[in-house]
Structures are given as structure tokens and as C-alpha cells.
């Protein structure tokens, strides 16, 4: 299944990254790095992930790699990364 990234989680990835820059470039890499790849592992096995208790809808699903919650929607032909969100922050 195809995964696609909405703008929003695109830009919570620039954000994290630009973030963790500022100390190290290398480490920043490897996280979104980890981040990217992690999501495509939800392109095999979408079911994986837990509902996401906020939402609690059986589509809208996470996986964690930590400290970020990587949060998606499975519709019918693909898989949409919403968010990214660190662990200790509650979604709205």
C-alpha cells in the first residue's frame, strides 16, 4: 500500500529535524531518517499500530519510534501520515 505524508507531518519531520540541528546534524538525519523508514514498515503492515486513544476510530492508527508517535490514517488505497508527535505531547 502506498504511503503518503499530508503537509502537516511533513512539516512536524522539518520541524524535529530543525530542532535537533541545532545540537546535532548527524543525529538529526538518523532520527527523521528512522522516522521515514518506520513509516514505510506501516505500508506492509498497516493493522500494526494501535488506535490512537484521542481519536479512537479504527483507522486512525500509531506507531511508535521513540520518543515520536508517527500517527496515520489507513483509507482504502493508501496510508496517510498525519502527524508526528513527540510521546509526552497530547494531540488536540
Known amino acids: 500500500m502506498?504511503?503518503?505524508?499530508?503537509?502537516?507531518a511533513i512539516n512536524h519531520l522539518i520541524s524535529i529535524y530543525e530542532y535537533i540541528s541545532h545540537d546535532s546534524s548527524v543525529y538529526?538525519?538518523?532520527?527523521?531518517?528512522?522516522?521515514?523508514?518506520?513509516?514505510?514498515?506501516?505500508?506492509?503492515f498497516p493493522m500494526s499500530g494501535h488506535i490512537v486513544i484521542e481519536y479512537e476510530s479504527k483507522d486512525i492508527r500509531e506507531v511508535i519510534?521513540?520518543?515520536?508517535?508517527?500517527i496515520y490514517r489507513i483509507k482504502a488505497d493508501?496510508?496517510?501520515?498525519?502527524?508526528?508527535?513527540?510521546?509526552?505531547?497530547?494531540?488536540?
Open 2 to 8: 502506498r504511503v503518503h505524508w499530508t503537509n502537516t
Open 28 to 44: 538529526a538525519q538518523r532520527l527523521t531518517e528512522k522516522l521515514i523508514n518506520r513509516s514505510e514498515q506501516i505500508s506492509i
Open 65 to 70: 519510534e521513540k520518543p515520536y508517535r508517527i
Open 78 to 92: 493508501q496510508i496517510d501520515i498525519l502527524a508526528i508527535a513527540h510521546s509526552s505531547q497530547l494531540l488536540k
